[in-house]
Nanobody, 127 residues
């Protein structure tokens, strides 16, 4: 059974950068599409980015386009969210998620498209 563990969160000033990592254990990790979501206090969980299982197809929510990059390293069973030009509105708990069923190809922005979730890592951007 696949397990996901996020890391790399922290406190950063506006305009700074962080790289989040999601380490996956599981024999079929390389066949999964992977996504990043975030949840700010008092708000619903929000889609951030998705990468297809091949690593060649990516999709981002409008608010992070041009600033965030999702990628994966299949050899290390790890995928990443590189976050540049961070804004206070990016403050949230960030979660990585795996889609073992292929649903996210059609609906990448829905949490229900993913079936395995990490525990989350806090990102705080100060102004």
């Amino acid at each position: 059974q696949v397990q996901l563990v996020e890391s790399g969160g922290g406190l950063v000033q506006a305009g700074g950068s962080l790289r989040l990592s999601c380490a996956a254990s599981g024999r079929t990790f390389n066949t999964y599409a992977m996504g990043w979501f975030r949840q700010a206090p008092g708000k619903e969980r929000e889609f951030v980015a998705r990468i297809g299982w091949s690593g060649g197809s990516t999709y981002y929510t409008d608010s992070v386009k041009g600033r965030f990059t999702i990628s994966r390293d299949k050899a290390k069973n790890t995928y990443y969210l590189q976050m540049n030009s961070l804004k206070p509105e990016d403050t949230a708990v960030y979660y990585c998620a795996a889609d073992r069923r292929g649903i996210s190809a059609m609906r990448p922005d829905l949490g229900a498209s993913y079936d395995t979730w990490g525990q989350g890592t806090q990102v705080t951007v100060s102004s």
